[in-house]
């Protein structure tokens, strides 16, 4: 078999785990600034989830077509993709208290600003969505910056997991309930009011952050930065690619499963309306059952990754979110079975009524909640044991522009394809197209750096292989 070469000094999965327990640390909880920091994560992950889902779910009860609604998500990765490393320098010069608290008022300052004098369309929105996401580059390389201002070495990464858990609840919680629920009881203009509110929500929290850096002027700090772009070509990508095949290999089952994951949920609004025949704004019972899914994945990750691996519980929250991709396709055929054991039925008490495949989606949703949820602790606790600190934040760095490359290809793929041919059928064919994508970039890895070349079925065994070749765990 056709397999790249490894790096010894830098395939970082195989340098011994350092000895830190992969549970998470909860009393660092009791830390003020840990809380702090914690509460602005999930604030800003909430305000762009509810701003983003909220311009979906009105463009899809509008009738807007799935390559609109695909293109709105897709901006907000566009803007990390071209501005991730320019973000990450402005970061580093500002003072991490500064960069948070300006990012944050900025962010809601153009929540409130850009619909009153645009008004309420879909230039408005994808606008605002490129606009708030490019703000967001300066915003998250800060905020993981800032960790180790509010706690000491032996707690980053537990510290770096809790805000990471944060960002995952206040994303679900924005995408999953109060979007739809803001669009069902008012207006897209609100949704955008809503999340301006809770983007000053965080500025507010990050202004009581430690100020533990010398502290300089924004003025002076700008002053410092190189304003020249700064863009990761495929081919810098590829070379890091090929040289930490240990860590990147992982990376990519991740970046598999955060492009698919955006991908279906991309298309929820227009699945709900169009093949479930329901109203948009009732993707808000489709995504209560998934919150057993992302609990599952949250607390039960840790456990598994003790008892399993990372590598194992990466490739099991790939296949259960592949699962959930393809059963979406046949809700009709599964509705008999799905719908009864659904516990949202009971709302009928209280005169919600809903259709069998509304509740068998709900269903449906708790596999790929799981998913989306696992790999992304699996990919971060691999990191962790494996990666010195001090070299952690270039791997994550890299780590976003895969997964921001990867999103954006599945985003306008899916979008396109569901335009032409119904999100029915692309739900069950997403999940393989979404997978060639990492296996081209591995096939293109090995041709960049012109090793022999790598066949499909190579490059999918290299991305797949046994979690038994001394890296899980």
């Not at 990471?164 to 009881?185: D, H, M, R, T």
Request: hydrophobic residues 50%; aromatic residues 6%; contains cysteine.
């Amino acid at each position: 078999m056709t397999t790249l070469p490894r790096d010894p000094t830098t395939d970082g999965a195989h340098a011994p785990p350092r000895d830190e327990p992969s549970g998470l640390d909860l009393s660092l909880l009791r830390e003020r600034g840990v809380r702090i920091l914690i509460g602005s994560r999930m604030a800003t992950k909430l305000g762009i989830a509810t701003l983003s889902y909220g311009g979906m779910v009105y463009l899809a009860r509008t009738g807007a077509q799935q390559w609109e609604l695909s293109l709105v998500g897709a901006v907000a990765f566009v803007s990390a993709l071209t501005f991730g490393l320019q973000g990450g320098i402005i970061a580093d010069t500002l003072p991490k208290r500064t960069a948070l608290v300006a990012g944050y008022a900025l962010q809601a300052a153009l929540c409130f600003a850009l619909p009153t004098l645009l008004g309420v369309n879909l230039v408005s929105l994808v606008v605002l969505v490129f606009a708030a996401a490019l703000v967001g580059q300066i915003v998250s390389p800060a905020l993981k910056a800032a960790i180790a201002l509010v706690t000491s070495t032996a707690g980053l990464a537990s510290v770096a997991a809790l805000t990471n858990v944060a960002g995952g609840v206040g994303s679900a919680f924005g995408s999953a309930l109060l979007a739809p629920l803001l669009i069902k009881l008012f207006d897209v203009q609100v949704v955008m009011y809503a999340a301006g509110a809770i983007l000053a929500f965080g500025a507010i929290r990050a202004l009581k952050l430690p100020t533990a850096e010398p502290q300089r002027s924004v003025r002076d700090s700008l002053r410092q930065i190189d304003w020249r772009p700064h863009l990761a070509t495929p081919h810098q990508t590829a070379e890091w690619i090929l040289k930490r095949r240990g860590i990147a290999h992982l990376i990519l089952v991740g970046a598999i499963v955060a492009a698919l994951g955006e991908g279906i949920n991309s298309m929820q609004p227009v699945y709900v309306r169009d093949v479930l025949h329901a109203d948009p704004t009732n993707s808000i019972y489709i995504f209560a059952p998934g919150a057993l899914g992302y609990l599952l994945g949250m607390v039960g990750g840790p456990w598994m990754i003790d008892r399993f691996g990372e590598r194992r519980l990466a490739l099991t929250a790939l296949g259960s979110l592949a699962l959930g991709s393809m059963l979406f396709g046949v809700v009709d055929q599964i509705a008999p079975v799905l719908a009864p054991i659904n516990p949202v039925r009971m709302l009928a008490v209280v005169g919600v009524h809903l259709s069998d495949l509304v509740l068998a989606a709900g269903m449906v949703a708790i596999l790929t909640s799981f998913g989306s949820t696992a790999a992304g602790a699996a990919v971060l606790t691999f990191v962790n044991r494996r990666v010195p600190v001090d070299n952690q934040g270039a791997v994550f760095g890299m780590q976003e522009v895969i997964e921001n490359g990867m999103t954006i290809v599945a985003l306008l793929g899916l979008g396109a394809l569901a335009s032409a041919l119904g999100t029915r059928i692309v739900y069950m064919i997403a999940p393989p197209l979404i997978v060639s994508v990492g296996v081209w970039l591995l096939r293109y890895s090995a041709h960049a750096a012109s090793t022999e070349p790598l066949s499909s079925r190579d490059a999918l065994n290299e991305l797949f292989r046994s979690p038994d070749h001394g890296e899980a765990g």
